[in-house]
């Protein structure tokens, strides 16, 4: 399916170590493809587990050198460089991510200007890290902490949403004073091996933030093992996460895990339905439905269903699919071509298994890596479009009579990432949200995040949580200090 173009078209990129462009030392290297015309566009090194070490040893040498050496409010004013920096390249990088993952040029371009806002909150927080005395009741001591750096991190990303989802660790972890080993996506590595040449120009020492393009196997899983890393902060799918999480207790390295979903969008009968086809229409086919968070079943009470979905698959029918840099297209393609197998797949099995296809079901006349937006009807909870992450354009339809069966229906997953409650009763929205085992629970809405706003996964869906003020802590370790005040001599056989 992949065309091959002349060597010479192709853009190349190098590996950022130590702050220097470099190959991969096996000089190997492989062409990351463009899901629109389904070629190769970009040369990129493929990484090697050498390559992994030698960033790993810049980041180490960067902690204990002049990195760990910046006052907190210097480390912050660097972070704020960035953030103006990324809004000057923003364009320059949403081209790369659609380039290499399909998506909308329109929304990468919004996702590339909001990544400065990150930067921004949380160079505020670089000089706020502040430890506490702790009142004590041994008599004599002073006992205070302090939250220092956890060291390495290992940031492993996935293809959806590169740079954006990269931010989520390095914009906490810079500001807790960290050093990372970026492995971005082997299908979208282009823009986090750009971003990472931003570091230097906004005066950041050499080897605070290196990248390392490669395979997840290979190059992933060397840096999810690697014994000189502090911590792994993991997002991709659940599969792979647990693989992460193994090799990462191997070496007793701290982890966190953004991961799958499989979300749901619960109507009630007293929605606005306008509104809750529209968020369903976002929840599910924005972005190709290529999101963790996206709303893949939707639950609608029996009373309002026929209307609901003749809403959602008229404005499904009416997506408009084509080049993702043209402003009026509102779906591109699949963003690789492992991915639209599988969306095919899922296609093949909802057939096969008795779904009722409402809209799509079937590759788009466009071609290429091209689906259309589905909708499946008459589906039951064993049905793998109900269960499993399609990570794809599919929307489920299931009905519910009352609250507590939708309730039931929603949390009948093993994952919770994500979920919304559409209803105009203020009450039952309340305790709906309540309800649902999710990380974040939309209400009346779908699909909004924010660098404030703490965002991550239950179950299946991960462990930790990724913005908002606490997830800073997550790269600090916190530190006890006990200091005996009165210089006189203890008995050395009893405790405290
Ligand atoms: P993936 O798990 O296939 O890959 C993620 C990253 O892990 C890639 O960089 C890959 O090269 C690397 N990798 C693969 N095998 C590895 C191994 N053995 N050791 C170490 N690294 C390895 O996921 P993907 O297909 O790139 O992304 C889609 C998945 O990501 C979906 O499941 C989606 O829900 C999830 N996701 C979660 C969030 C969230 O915040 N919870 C956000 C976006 C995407």
Not at 13 to 38: C, H, K, M, N, Q
Not at 91 to 104: S, T
Not at 108 to 114: D, L, N
Not at 462 to 476: K, Y
Request: hydrophobic fraction near 45%.
């Amino acid at each position: 399916m992949t065309a091959t173009v002349n060597a010479a078209e192709l853009q190349h990129f190098s590996l950022l170590i130590d702050g220097d462009e470099v190959p991969s030392v096996s000089g190997r290297t492989y062409d990351s493809v463009d899901p629109y015309t389904a070629s190769g566009w970009a040369c990129v090194p493929d990484g090697t587990p050498d390559d992994i070490d030698r960033a790993v040893r810049a980041a180490r040498a960067a902690l204990s050198g002049p990195w760990g050496a910046l006052t907190p409010a210097a480390r912050g004013r660097l972070i704020w460089r960035l953030a103006e920096l990324i809004e000057r390249d923003a364009d320059e990088l949403a081209e790369l991510e659609v380039r290499d993952g399909g998506k909308l040029l329109r929304e990468m371009s919004g996702q590339m200007r909001s990544l400065p806002d990150y930067y921004r909150y949380y160079a505020g927080m670089a000089d706020k890290l502040e430890g506490s005395v702790i009142p004590t009741d041994k008599p004599n001591f002073l006992v205070y902490t302090r939250h220092e750096p956890v060291g390495v991190v290992a940031a492993i990303t996935p293809w959806n949403s590169p740079l954006l989802l990269l931010t989520w660790k390095l914009a906490a972890g810079l500001a807790a004073g960290c050093t990372f080993v970026i492995k971005p996506s082997d299908h979208t590595p282009t823009s986090s091996l750009a971003f990472a040449k931003l570091f230097a120009e906004a005066g950041f020492p050499p080897g605070v933030v290196n990248v390392v393009s490669g395979w997840g196997p290979e190059t992933g899983a060397a840096l999810a093992s690697h014994p000189d890393v502090d911590k792994v902060a993991f997002t991709g799918s659940t599969e792979t996460g647990i693989k992460v999480g193994q090799a990462a207790v191997a070496n007793m390295t701290r982890f966190t895990l953004e991961l799958g979903g499989k979300s749901a969008q619960i109507v009630f009968a007293d929605a606005d339905l306008e509104a809750a086809a529209n968020g369903v229409i976002a929840g599910v086919f924005a972005a190709t439905g290529q999101t963790c968070l996206a709303g893949s079943r939707l639950l609608v009470h029996e009373g309002v269903a026929e209307e609901l979905v003749q809403r959602v698959v008229a404005r499904a029918a009416s997506i408009v699919l084509g080049d993702p840099r043209d402003p009026a297209t509102e779906m591109g393609p699949v963003s690789n071509g492992p991915q639209y197998e599988k969306v095919l797949s899922h296609f093949a099995s909802a057939r096969e298994q008795g779904a009722t296809i409402a809209y799509g079901g079937e590759p788009a006349e466009l071609g290429g890596f091209f689906v259309k937006p589905t909708v499946l009807t008459d589906v039951s909870p064993q049905m793998r479009a109900v269960s499993e992450e399609v990570f794809g354009p599919v929307l489920t339809v299931s009905t519910f009579a009352d609250e507590d069966e939708a309730v039931a229906a929603a949390n009948s997953t093993p994952f919770g990432l994500a979920g919304s409650v559409w209803t105009k009763d203020v009450h039952r929205a309340h305790r709906v949200a309540a309800r649902i085992h999710a990380g974040t629970v939309w209400i009346n809405s779908y699909r909004t995040v924010a660098p404030h706003v703490p965002f991550g996964g239950m179950g299946a869906s991960g462990i930790g949580r990724e913005n908002g003020i606490d997830a800073v802590a997550d790269f600090t370790e916190t530190k006890s200090v006990w200091v005996e005040l009165s210089g006189a001599t203890r008995d050395p056989f009893t405790l405290g």
